[in-house]
């Protein structure tokens, strides 16, 4: 299991890479609790200067494992590793720069509003199925795109669950460029490092004049999870997330 994420250092640059594939990247609890370990490790270690989001070829992550909030919508616990690392993202101390190849579906969409630098590959397609779910927007993500995107936008995204191309995408301002698939590490990389290369206090400083106060988005996440929390255990969602689960088997 522990494999499934896997934590590097390339100089001052700490990779997270989600490497899951015959899942697609789809996250565990498991997953999300190191990933969450991963970023709080780099943000304590001064000689890590840059987090990197990485994913396999084709799949930067299909979102959410449904088969773990299924034990939740059904009358189990549990849970809280996601909501960790959600709050991990938020408060995070150093630059994040992620790279998408592929699939990025639900977190896998949502984990970039939170980085400084998105590169994703002419193949990728971010899409939220939350509401489709019968749940609602994470990762504070429901005040984070309205910013990004404009209210029309998010709305698109995240109500309407819409398909988002990466030129789509780059133009809507959700990430910072399209590069091909096999110069998207490089081009993640070398901006990684550029970025470690830079006065590290001035480019905190910096950071965090462009980002304001984190409270409003760890209060937003807050309420974020109560909600999805609540929606988990409802009759919409429960049949909602029973009827993909068919489909998946049957296909």
Request: aromatic content about 6%.
């Amino acid at each position: 299991m522990t494999d499934h994420i896997l934590v590097e250092r390339q100089s001052a640059v700490q990779i997270i890479r989600m490497n899951r594939p015959d899942k697609k990247n789809a996250l565990t609890r498991a997953m999300y609790a190191k990933m969450s370990a991963g970023l709080a490790e780099g943000d304590a270690d001064p000689a890590v200067r840059v987090h990197v989001f990485l994913g396999v070829p084709g799949a930067f992550s299909s979102g959410n494992d449904l088969a773990d909030f299924l034990v939740i919508a059904t009358g189990g616990e549990g849970g809280t590793e996601v909501w960790d690392f959600l709050m991990a993202l938020a408060k995070v101390e150093k630059p994040m720069v992620s790279g998408v190849d592929g699939i990025a579906v639900g977190i896998g969409t949502t984990l970039n509003l939170h980085c400084d630098l998105t590169f994703a590959t002419p193949r990728t397609i971010f899409r939220t199925p939350f509401v489709d779910l019968g749940l609602v927007p994470e990762a504070g993500s429901s005040l984070l795109a309205p910013r990004i995107l404009g209210q029309q936008g998010a709305f698109a995204l995240l109500g309407l669950g819409e398909a988002f191309s990466a030129e789509r995408a780059k133009a809507a301002g959700l990430i910072y460029d399209v590069v091909e698939e096999g110069a998207l590490e490089a081009a993640v990389l070398a901006a990684a490092n550029q970025i470690a290369a830079k006065p590290p206090q001035a480019l905190k400083i910096a950071r965090d004049l462009m980002r304001g106060s984190r409270d409003d988005l760890v209060a937003r996440i807050k309420v974020e999870s109560e909600h999805f929390r609540e929606r988990l255990k409802s009759d919409e969602a429960r049949a909602a997330l029973t009827a993909f689960m068919t489909r998946k088997k049957a296909s």
